[in-house]
């Protein structure tokens, strides 16, 4: 069955993104506790690109299907895991990256929407926190997506995130969404 395209944010509305965040069932990689298998020969490149043995996986629906049972460790690393197994996957930065944002409302009553590179879509607030550290070339940003995963906010969507930190007027610096506030300076 094909993948569907990448829903636009700009047509919907911030409570048809929570309506369809909560649709979007996963798979309890949680509750799966396997042996140990060995290595999946894949990693996630900082910029979100999946690889396989050397090669990118040019597939987007297969991308999709192994983000569903991704999940991050206690000590940090990351596995593909089903019920049967468990493989090793290498992620340079973070699983994912937080391609588009969706923002309505205004200071406290701001809520804030993503869509990730695998088409996920992910509300900022307590519960998906947005956090940022330094970095080399300036702020580096992460939205939480689930037990541990993160996405990298893309440059060109930590710029809108900056305006709306602007636009607030806070101090220090930051952002509301569903209720959370955001300081948009790396933590020291």
Not at 131 to 149: I, N, Q
Request: contains cysteine; hydrophobic residues 40%.
């Amino acid at each position: 069955m094909p993948m569907p395209p990448p829903l636009d944010l700009s047509s919907l509305s911030l409570g048809d993104i929570a309506r369809l965040a909560e649709e979007n069932r996963l798979p309890p990689v949680d509750r799966w506790n396997p042996d140990h298998c060995g290595d999946s020969g894949m990693r996630i490149s900082r910029d979100g690109t999946w690889f396989h043995e050397g090669a990118p996986i040019g597939r987007q629906e297969m991308v999709r299907l192994f983000s569903t049972i991704l999940r991050r460790e206690p000590d940090g690393s990351h596995v593909l895991v089903t019920p049967v197994e468990k493989l090793d996957i290498a992620v340079e930065d973070a699983a994912f990256v937080a391609v588009e944002m969706k923002a309505e409302g205004a200071g406290e009553a701001m809520r804030i929407a993503f869509r990730l590179n695998t088409g996920d879509l992910v509300s900022a607030g307590p519960d998906n926190a947005l956090r940022f550290e330094a970095g080399e070339d300036g702020p580096r940003p992460y939205l939480h997506v689930r037990g541990g995963l993160e996405a990298l906010v893309a440059r060109s969507v930590y710029y809108e995130l900056a305006q709306l930190a602007l636009d607030n007027g806070s101090q220090p610096p930051g952002i509301w969404s569903n209720g959370a506030f955001f300081a948009i300076e790396p933590a020291a």
